[in-house]
């Protein structure tokens, strides 16, 4: 064994958890992990610790993309869940149009156009693709 190679193994010791999610309570950890380094962090990619919060970030990814299976859904459907998320009626929207106009894109009598996307997308926050 090299130098370095005991160097590395001495250090692993105490970084390989941090690196590594298998179940639930490790992604439920790491998941913590991240949002703290978010929070100290931020987007300052000269911080010291910003690799460990983009590795971080990229191991969550990928054990959620093999254990949450993320349905399709129709924009009608995104819009109705940010609605209950957000506790909005139809009403509420009027930046998408009446009430009327909202229940029949719920019901999906009419579909979403460009101006009510962006609208939506400015109100919640989202890509423009959850709606298309």
């Known amino acids: 064994m090299t130098v370095l190679s005991k160097d590395i193994e001495r250090h692993w ?10 179940n639930e309570q490790e992604y439920d950890l790491a ?14 990619e000269k911080h010291p610790l910003y690799t460990l919060l983009d590795t ?3 191991l969550i990814q990928t054990y959620e993309e093999q254990h949450y299976s993320i349905p399709t859904c129709r924009g009608a459907e995104v819009l109705h869940f940010l609605m209950e998320e957000h506790s909005l009626s139809e009403a509420d929207l009027a930046e998408v149009g009446s009430a009327e106009v909202v229940s029949e894109i719920l019901q999906g009598r009419r579909e979403l156009d460009i101006q009510q996307i962006r609208a939506l997308v400015k109100r919640f926050h989202v890509a423009p693709a959850v709606f298309i």
């Open 13 to 22: 010791t105490a970084i390989g958890p941090l690196l590594s999610i298998r």
């Open 31 to 44: 998941v913590e992990r991240l949002n703290g380094l978010l929070d100290e962090i931020g987007a300052n």
């Open 56 to 58: 971080l970030g990229a």
